[in-house]
């Protein structure tokens, strides 16, 4: 991995004429620093997957509850009207 970002820093430098330097310290540092970034992204969007699947559960059940008033409001609709 480390041969192949130099070889892009060198094509980078011969399309934007701008110097990259990679030692192998640095490489090592910014792939650790990578990893740690991606597995903090990968509990955030597991943490946001479950807050999301808990607000379709609580809107599964609101529906539910919905329906049974509603069904239990259009009985009883009647006798109201007539009282």
Same mark, same amino acid.
């Given at each position: 991995?480390?041969? !192949?970002?130099?070889?892009? !820093? #060198? %094509?980078?430098? &011969?399309?934007? !004429?701008?110097?990259?330097?990679? +030692? @192998? $310290?640095?490489?090592?540092?910014?792939?650790? +620093?990578?990893? %740690?970034?991606?597995? =903090?992204? #990968? /509990?955030?969007? $597991? =943490?946001?997957?479950? %807050?999301?699947? *808990?607000? /379709? &559960?609580? /809107? #599964? $059940? +609101?529906? *539910? &509850? $919905? *329906?049974?008033?509603?069904? *239990? /409001?259009?009985? #009883?609709? @009647?006798?109201?009207? =007539?009282?």
């Amino acid at each position: 991995m480390y041969q !192949a970002t130099n070889t892009m !820093a #060198k %094509r980078y430098h &011969e399309e934007h !004429a701008h110097i990259l330097y990679f +030692t @192998p $310290v640095f490489f090592i540092r910014t792939f650790r +620093t990578f990893t %740690r970034l991606l597995e =903090e992204r #990968k /509990l955030n969007v $597991v =943490e946001i997957q479950n %807050r999301y699947n *808990k607000g /379709l &559960e609580k /809107l #599964k $059940v +609101t529906m *539910k &509850e $919905v *329906k049974y008033y509603s069904s *239990k /409001l259009r009985e #009883k609709t @009647p006798v109201m009207q =007539e009282k």
